[in-house]
């Protein structure tokens, strides 16, 4: 699919620390546009006290289909928060690499601990 012409495509992302059951505030966020191997920087934010993006991520003209990377800067976060954690981290970079076919919201939220991530395709 080309360049989306009516705008209806978006992408959204939220992280939840489940370990101490709160929004992930303070979080950095890199996107990437991903053609064959090439890695292209799109956006670069921090979530907000809500865990959230005070905008999406891509949305209007900058939405196309195709293939991205969400890079969570899990580590730093996890320092920031004062969680006791080994060195080296068990998880440093949660990278969340996924395909956007259709002019649609996209969600793609992390709920992350110190020792696990998961995520999935949300509304």
Same mark, same amino acid.
């Given at each position: 699919?080309? $360049?989306?012409?009516? %705008?209806?495509? =978006? #992408?959204?992302?939220?992280?939840? @620390?489940?370990?101490?059951?709160? +929004?992930?505030?303070?979080? *950095?966020?890199?996107?990437?546009? !991903?053609?064959?191997?090439?890695?292209?920087?799109?956006?670069?934010?921090?979530?907000?006290? @809500?865990?959230?993006? @005070?905008? +999406? &991520?891509?949305?209007?003209?900058?939405?196309?289909?195709?293939?991205?990377?969400?890079?969570? $800067?899990?580590?730093?976060?996890?320092? *920031?928060? %004062?969680?006791?954690? +080994?060195? /080296?981290?068990?998880? @440093?970079?949660?990278?969340?690499?996924?395909?956007?076919?259709?002019? =649609?919201?996209?969600? !793609? /939220? #992390? &709920?992350?601990? /110190?020792?696990?991530?998961?995520?999935?395709?949300?509304?």
């Amino acid at each position: 699919m080309a $360049q989306n012409e009516t %705008g209806a495509g =978006r #992408l959204t992302t939220h992280v939840l @620390d489940t370990a101490t059951g709160r +929004p992930a505030a303070g979080l *950095a966020i890199e996107l990437f546009r !991903v053609t064959g191997a090439a890695r292209e920087a799109v956006a670069s934010v921090v979530t907000n006290a @809500d865990g959230r993006c @005070d905008a +999406p &991520l891509l949305s209007g003209a900058a939405f196309e289909a195709g293939v991205y990377e969400l890079v969570f $800067q899990a580590g730093a976060y996890l320092d *920031a928060s %004062g969680a006791a954690l +080994p060195e /080296p981290k068990f998880l @440093d970079e949660v990278v969340i690499r996924f395909g956007m076919a259709e002019e =649609r919201h996209y969600h !793609v /939220p #992390l &709920l992350l601990s /110190p020792f696990g991530y998961s995520t999935y395709r949300g509304s």
